[in-house]
């Protein structure tokens, strides 16, 4: 009677290919999900952190040199040509060229509000793109790899009724496989929801910033120029009191 072989030394028979492979298709296309959720999922982070990082440096730009010019025009024409700071600015000049063509006319305040706001919500439109998909990995990641752990907990259900004993060798290999897929579904979520809560504060800062950009220009063009935000100033060193210096004795 031929001995039972045993595996090679440093081979795992319970690793995560042999797993998937004991899983079949069920388990491979739950794996190969995850992997494309994960992937998609870093790519969508990485796009919109650069993205977030090119209009905080526009905004940098617009609090150093922006309100130092005679009119808005050449002030738009320092910034780049595809800045969102610069499309407010061009969509607020157009709209201010168009109130003067309407056949009937509305308040100026009124309109110039309307278009501002539909401008800076375009831009916070696009700086939404690809949350969703962020948020729909976090809630769902961890189901996906719940269902190939309901199906791995079922394949050694099947083994132990099959064999008819509950010995370590039947079940190990379908219960160590329900674990991987919830392990798996773990690791693509929590990332997820950490990018989606990141960039939404970065999201929110960035809209705080365009807010006020968009009222300063709203001011600027009411007044005729005459309303300009107050740029802050360099802070000077604070100058210390010296002490009064000791009454001296009458002699």
Same mark, same amino acid.
């Given at each position: 009677? =031929? ?21 079949? &298709? ?9 992997? @494309?959720? /994960?992937?998609? /999922?870093?790519?969508? &982070?990485?796009? !919109? *952190?650069?993205?977030? $990082?090119?209009?905080? /440096? $526009?905004?940098? %730009?617009?609090?150093? /040199? ?5 009119? *808005? ?10 800045? =969102? ?6 969509? @607020?000049?157009? #709209?201010?060229?168009?109130?003067? !063509? ?17 401008? $800076? ?5 696009? &700086? ?6 962020? #948020? ?20 050694? &259900? ?25 392990? *798996? ?18 999201? %929110? ?5 365009? #807010? ?13 120029? @005459?309303? %300009? ?5 360099? %802070? $000077?060193?604070?100058?210390? =009191? ?6 001296? @004795?009458?002699?």
């Amino acid at each position: 009677m =031929a001995a039972p072989t045993t595996p090679p030394a440093g081979d795992n028979p319970y690793g995560l290919l042999q797993a998937l492979q004991e899983g079949g &298709l069920i388990s491979w296309t739950v794996f190969i999900i995850l992997v @494309a959720m /994960s992937i998609f /999922s870093f790519y969508i &982070l990485f796009t !919109k *952190l650069l993205q977030q $990082q090119k209009i905080m /440096s $526009q905004a940098n %730009k617009v609090r150093a /040199s922006f309100w130092n010019s005679p009119n *808005l025009r050449e002030a738009a024409n320092k910034l780049e040509q595809r800045s =969102a700071y610069r499309a407010i600015v061009e969509d @607020a000049l157009v #709209a201010q060229e168009q109130h003067s !063509k309407l056949t009937d006319p509305i308040d100026q305040h009124d309109w110039m509000t309307g278009s501002l706001s539909r401008s $800076q919500g375009a831009i916070t439109n696009r &700086l939404g793109e690809g949350l969703a998909f962020l #948020a729909t990995v976090g809630s769902t990641a961890p189901f996906i790899g719940l269902f190939g752990t309901v199906i791995g907990i079922y394949r050694a &259900l099947i083994k132990i009724g099959a064999s008819g004993q509950a010995s370590i060798s039947t079940v190990a290999g379908p219960v160590g496989e329900a674990l991987i897929m919830t392990a *798996l579904g773990l690791v693509v979520a929590v990332p997820a929801v950490l990018a989606y809560n990141w960039l939404i504060r970065r999201n %929110k800062s960035i809209s705080e910033d365009l #807010a006020a950009f968009t009222n300063d220009v709203h001011g600027y063009i009411m007044s005729g120029g @005459a309303v %300009k935000p107050i740029m802050a100033s360099p %802070k $000077q060193p604070a100058q210390v =009191a010296k002490p009064a210096p000791a009454p001296t @004795a009458a002699r």
